[in-house]
């Protein structure tokens, strides 16, 4: 065969291979491959994750059709090199170029947590750390760390006035340094010129008045009568009289389950015993919601002094100006927990 043959030979052969192989590449690139006639679904790739965690994580769930065209490409776009931690949306029928490059860029879609009826700090940190990569044990070490609540301005009985229950979009990955950094910036928001000098107004610090937002919480079952109660304390506490809240009670036995508050457990030497102890208690209760601390400090301006549960235990409460009365309202909400049978 000529020479002048073999080079028109090579040429077809060269040119059929290079055909072929653009084609290839062409379809490795613009080709569906990610979930190909699927819904889209979310990828989570763990802090610390490898390349070879990723395509682990694709091939047992079903998310690529072929393995070994996305591993080529995630090579030449040096994304094996550059995997980002993450909860990442891939979108069905996704082609190769468009997932890797939103999983090299480190595009995670964020989450959202939300956290709200958190007595005890110990429960906490199962509700915050739903649906997010930070262990709920990785978060409480934190929260007992007296250098961290220091570090923001708090204290062990007042650290708790920090978190704001609320819904908080964040990403998947947030550290817990990270989170209490959140925390406490959402804090200083909400806390603002408004907020404080409505605090400063009552008498109180921003502190001070989700303590009592704590106790308002924990009384009210009715929204409309937060602001009530409310002004009810705050006539107490300028009057130096003790609070007297039974919700601070139950607090300092820590037993949750008291529906009826008795002398023997008004007998609890504690400085959140408000029975024995005048002023508010070192602490919040709870973490009281905004619509509680916001009606603190838009307290109603009346003469109350005494309330108690009405007798058809409605949820509202019967509010007095004057013991005698309160003693009145007080002995028929007695004789309404007999006949129900609550005795404790």
Same mark, same amino acid.
């Given at each position: 065969?000529?020479?002048?043959?073999?080079?028109?030979?090579?040429?077809?052969?060269? !040119?059929?291979?290079?055909?072929?192989?653009?084609f290839?590449?062409?379809?490795?690139?613009?080709?569906?491959n990610?979930?190909?006639?699927k819904?889209s679904r979310?990828? @989570?790739?763990?802090?610390?994750? !490898?390349?070879s965690?990723?395509?682990?994580?694709?091939?047992?769930?079903?998310?690529?059709n072929?393995?070994?065209?996305?591993?080529?490409l995630?090579?030449?776009?040096? @994304?094996?090199?550059?995997?980002?931690?993450?909860?990442y949306? /891939?979108?069905?029928?996704?082609?190769?170029?468009e997932?890797?490059?939103?999983?090299?860029?480190g595009?995670?879609?964020?989450?959202?947590i939300?956290?709200?009826n958190?007595?005890?700090m110990?429960d906490?940190?199962?509700k915050?750390?739903?649906?997010?990569?930070?262990? #709920?044990?990785?978060?409480?070490?934190? /929260?007992?760390?007296s250098?961290?609540w220091?570090?923001y301005?708090?204290? &062990?009985?007042?650290f708790?006035?920090?978190?704001? #229950?609320n819904?908080?979009?964040?990403?998947?990955?947030?550290?817990a340094d990270?989170?209490?950094?959140?925390?406490?910036?959402?804090y200083e928001?909400f806390?603002?010129?408004?907020?404080?000098?409505?605090?400063?107004s009552?008498?109180?610090t921003?502190?001070?008045?989700?303590?009592?937002a704590?106790?308002?919480?924990a009384?009210?079952?009715?929204?409309?009568?937060?602001?009530?109660i409310?002004?009810l304390?705050i006539?107490r %506490?300028?009057?130096?009289?003790? %609070?007297?809240? &039974?919700?601070t009670?139950?607090?300092?036995n820590?037993?949750?389950?008291?529906?009826?508050?008795?002398?023997k457990?008004?007998?609890i030497d504690?400085?959140?015993n408000?029975y024995?102890y005048p002023?508010?208690? #070192?602490?919040p209760?709870?973490?009281?919601?905004?619509? @509680?601390?916001?009606?603190?400090?838009?307290?109603?301006?009346?003469?109350?002094l005494?309330?108690v549960?009405?007798a &058809?235990?409605?949820?509202?409460?019967?509010?007095?100006?004057n013991?005698? &009365?309160? /003693?009145?309202?007080?002995?028929?909400?007695?004789?309404?927990?007999?006949?129900?049978?609550?005795?404790?």
């Amino acid at each position: 065969m000529s020479k002048r043959k073999i080079f028109i030979a090579f040429l077809v052969v060269f !040119s059929i291979s290079l055909s072929s192989f653009s084609f290839y590449f062409y379809q490795v690139i613009n080709s569906p491959n990610i979930l190909v006639d699927k819904e889209s679904r979310y990828l @989570y790739i763990p802090t610390g994750a !490898s390349f070879s965690d990723v395509q682990t994580s694709l091939y047992e769930q079903g998310i690529v059709n072929n393995l070994v065209a996305f591993s080529f490409l995630a090579k030449i776009m040096n @994304y094996d090199k550059l995997v980002k931690p993450g909860k990442y949306l /891939l979108a069905g029928n996704m082609n190769n170029r468009e997932a890797i490059r939103m999983l090299r860029a480190g595009e995670q879609v964020p989450v959202n947590i939300t956290f709200n009826n958190v007595r005890l700090m110990e429960d906490f940190p199962p509700k915050i750390c739903h649906g997010i990569e930070l262990k #709920p044990a990785d978060f409480q070490v934190k /929260l007992g760390d007296s250098a961290v609540w220091r570090g923001y301005g708090f204290n &062990d009985n007042t650290f708790k006035c920090m978190f704001i #229950p609320n819904t908080y979009e964040v990403y998947w990955t947030i550290s817990a340094d990270e989170l209490l950094d959140r925390m406490y910036e959402e804090y200083e928001n909400f806390w603002d010129n408004s907020r404080r000098s409505k605090a400063d107004s009552a008498g109180l610090t921003p502190v001070e008045v989700t303590v009592l937002a704590s106790i308002v919480k924990a009384e009210c079952r009715m929204n409309e009568e937060a602001p009530v109660i409310a002004g009810l304390y705050i006539n107490r %506490l300028k009057r130096n009289y003790a %609070l007297q809240a &039974d919700p601070t009670v139950v607090y300092a036995n820590r037993d949750f389950s008291i529906k009826r508050v008795l002398n023997k457990h008004k007998e609890i030497d504690s400085p959140y015993n408000t029975y024995l102890y005048p002023g508010l208690p #070192p602490g919040p209760i709870n973490m009281p919601e905004p619509v @509680y601390i916001d009606a603190v400090l838009n307290y109603s301006r009346h003469n109350y002094l005494y309330m108690v549960a009405k007798a &058809d235990f409605s949820g509202y409460h019967e509010f007095s100006t004057n013991l005698q &009365d309160h /003693l009145a309202h007080a002995a028929r909400y007695q004789r309404a927990l007999n006949k129900e049978g609550i005795y404790r």
